[in-house]
């Protein structure tokens, strides 16, 4: 079967803090130019965003849509990548609420198979609290209340706990969560098959969790701008459906694993207090009692500490659930760190638009495209930047309190 990469967790310009370019043709040229099969919509709760998905997408029979004919002609798109990738619905929700005496502040993602299920699931959201604000609306309600809505709402809809070690704003959170999946979702956790571990975690560091043996982990990229999507992705296997992914997800059957950044460069991997530059790993975190050498405040727990919390014996099994995955760092971030110049910068842009246009998609040409054939696309010092990146050879400076951190493919000179 012919694998494939799927995003699903991404956003739309209608939530906070997102570039006013994601809409959904460029979220299919971007996931294009990536290699993306699948990406979500985002934010199918948003009413205006829900009248363009209703504008400029159509569905498929499949559970997908794509962007209709007369949209997907606008897209400037090279030769040497697809031009269809397939949407799937789906929508961000943060739940806040008190339960056990603690208050708590989960995100969530819900996937469903059509406008239909997107409208009857905005339609109960709707009579709890404000859904038209925010593109990732904030309820108060309970994560199991929430849980239930979608399966009423949606026969085949299914939800999964978003980046779940964030400190903030996740299931198993140091400042907000519960110590296992199953407690958040309480009776109704059998129905919940995967979760997303975020950016500062990777797939060994979640298989020493037990709480988390049962489910699928999947990753996602969480894109609030265009040009980050696909920078965690799961991987299929198969013709791209609604119900290839769910049954993917739920029994393991056409899961092929995922693509992960190295943990180290998201912005919550060690325990830290940002304003004072407070950078430390969990031993010595504890040394300090979790607060800060400098001004005394408590530090932020980053996933690392709070794995280490929840985490089994040294020698337990990897689960049964576990599968492949790759590290990888953005190609632009390649490209910024071999030309000597801002991942954002003309110049980066102009020789990531010359790769793509040679080889093929991001993702292709990070995992897959032949080292001679980087070489010939004469960029000084990319071929030995990718092999070095395959090979897992890097120099990483973690992130921590909300800042990325930084991976270095090639060695300071």
């Given amino acids: 079967m012919t694998p494939y990469a799927a995003d699903l967790h991404v956003h739309s310009r209608h939530s906070r803090a997102t570039a006013r370019n994601m809409t959904l043709p460029e979220l299919a040229r971007h996931a294009a130019l990536k290699g993306i099969a699948v990406v979500g919509t985002g934010d199918f709760t948003h009413p205006a965003w829900r009248e363009e998905i209703g504008a400029q997408l159509v569905e498929r029979g499949d559970g997908l849509l794509a962007l209709a004919p007369d949209v997907a002609r606008g897209l400037d798109v090279p030769a040497s990548c697809p031009?269809?990738?397939?949407?799937?619905?789906t929508a961000e929700i943060s739940t806040i609420y008190k339960r056990d005496g603690r208050t708590r502040k989960v995100h969530h993602v819900i996937c469903v198979p059509g406008p239909q299920d997107a409208d009857r699931v905005s339609a109960r959201l709707a009579a709890i609290g404000n859904i038209r604000s925010d593109g990732r609306p904030i309820l108060g309600l309970d994560s199991r209340d929430l849980l239930e809505i979608v399966l009423e709402s949606s026969e085949r809809g299914f939800l999964f706990p978003a980046h779940v070690w964030t400190p903030w704003f996740s299931v198993l959170g140091s400042r907000s969560g519960f110590d296992s999946v199953d407690d958040c979702y309480a009776d109704l956790a059998r129905y919940v098959f995967a979760a997303e571990t975020g950016l500062s975690s990777d797939p060994p560091m979640n298989?020493?969790?037990?709480?988390?043996?049962?489910?699928?982990?999947?990753?996602?990229s969480d894109a609030h701008s265009p040009h980050v999507l696909g920078r965690e992705a799961t991987l299929f296997d198969g013709e791209p459906s609604f119900e290839g992914i769910r049954r993917a997800l739920?029994?393991?059957?056409?899961?092929?694993g995922t693509i992960e950044l190295f943990p180290e460069e998201g912005k919550y991997h060690l325990d830290g207090h940002r304003k004072c530059g407070v950078r430390l790993e969990p031993e010595s975190s504890r040394d300090v009692g979790d607060t800060c050498p400098v001004c005394g405040r408590p530090?932020?727990?980053?996933?690392?500490?709070?794995?280490?919390?929840?985490a089994g014996p040294p020698d337990r099994p990897r689960p049964p659930t576990a599968g492949p995955?790759?590290?990888?760092?953005?190609?632009?971030?390649?490209?910024?760190?071999?030309?000597?110049?801002?991942?954002?910068?003309?110049?980066?842009?102009?020789?990531?638009d010359r790769l793509v246009d040679r080889l093929g998609p991001e993702l292709h040409v990070l995992r897959e495209a032949p080292i001679e054939d980087i070489a010939r696309a004469e960029v000084p010092r990319l071929d030995e930047a990718i092999a070095r990146l395959r090979a897992g050879t890097v120099e990483a400076e973690a992130g921590y309190d909300g800042e990325y951190g930084t991976v270095r493919v090639l060695a300071r000179r």
């Fill in 207 to 220: 298989w020493r969790v037990p709480c988390l043996d049962r489910f699928r982990l999947v990753s996602f």
């Fill in 83 to 89: 031009d269809d990738p397939a949407f799937l619905l």
């Fill in 325 to 352: 995955f790759t590290r990888l760092v953005p190609l632009a971030e390649v490209l910024s760190e071999v030309a000597g110049r801002g991942p954002r910068t003309k110049t980066v842009g102009r020789l990531l």
């Fill in 250 to 256: 739920e029994t393991g059957d056409g899961w092929g």
């Fill in 299 to 310: 530090l932020t727990l980053g996933v690392l500490h709070r794995v280490e919390l929840l």
